[in-house]
């Protein structure tokens, strides 16, 4: 089955840039929705189609994919923004094709 | 806007069945745009999908839940449920009702509801 890998963990000081990244076999030719998810609540979509914004998303959130690493990009981080972060892509390349979800990043604002 | 609300036990006996349902408001279930699926996130762990409909019943689950998943849809009541059977420790978890673009991100969450696994 297809796998996504996230890295544990992220710090970063107020105003700086955090990077998360997202790790897959060929994860340049599939699309890659990221998901920020904070204490106790359900997850919200953050960026879609690997660099669309929903709508009410700051545009301090973009996003990459290229290769076998998609990137999640926060500029200007603000304290608001300490929270999980999880990848997400269809992997129609099996037999059993389905969704996926990234082992998740905790981002911690220093 | 879709609102999701699920709704079920949240005590379930190991070896059992977990029933949980979820109740489709601010449009119908019927919607050909969407697929109706089920996220769960166990005590302090990820996100782990489960499955997803279509409204005519299509199906597409997790391989590693195929064997004791069964997701259902009644169009006449715009609900979605979800079945898990022989359920162990394991299985305690949040679960999350959800609308998904196929090929696409989830759209739309419910809640969660915690659904704990223990005699």
């Known amino acids: 089955s297809y796998v996504l890998t996230q890295p544990p963990s992220v710090s970063v000081a107020p105003g700086q840039t955090a990077r998360i990244t997202c790790g897959g076999n060929n994860i340049g030719s599939k699309s890659v929705h990221w998901y920020q998810q904070k204490p106790g609540q359900a997850p919200v979509l953050v960026v879609y189609d690997d660099s669309d914004r929903p709508s009410g998303i700051p545009e301090r959130f973009s996003g990459s994919n290229s290769g076998n690493t998609a990137t999640l990009t926060i500029s200007r981080v603000e304290a608001g923004d300490e929270a999980d972060y999880y990848c997400?892509?269809?992997?129609?390349?099996?037999?059993?094709?389905?969704?996926?979800f990234g082992t998740g990043t905790k981002v911690t604002v220093l | 806007q879709l609102q999701l609300q699920e709704s079920g036990p949240g005590l379930v006996k190991p070896s059992e069945t977990l029933s949980l349902t979820c109740t489709v408001s601010g449009g119908s279930i019927s919607s050909s745009s969407y697929y109706w699926g089920w996220i769960r996130q166990p005590p302090g762990k990820g996100l782990e999908w489960i499955g997803s409909?279509?409204?005519?019943?299509?199906?597409y689950y997790n391989p590693s839940l195929k064997s004791r998943v069964t997701i259902s849809v009644d169009t006449s009541k715009n609900q979605f449920s979800l079945k898990l059977s022989s359920v162990t420790a394991a299985d305690t978890a949040v679960y999350y009702c959800a609308v998904i673009t196929l090929g696409g991100p989830v759209d739309y969450w419910g809640q969660g509801t915690l659904v704990t696994v223990s005699s």
């Open positions: 409909i279509y409204y005519s019943g299509s199906t």
């Open positions: 997400q892509v269809w992997d129609s390349s099996s037999d059993h094709p389905g969704n996926v």
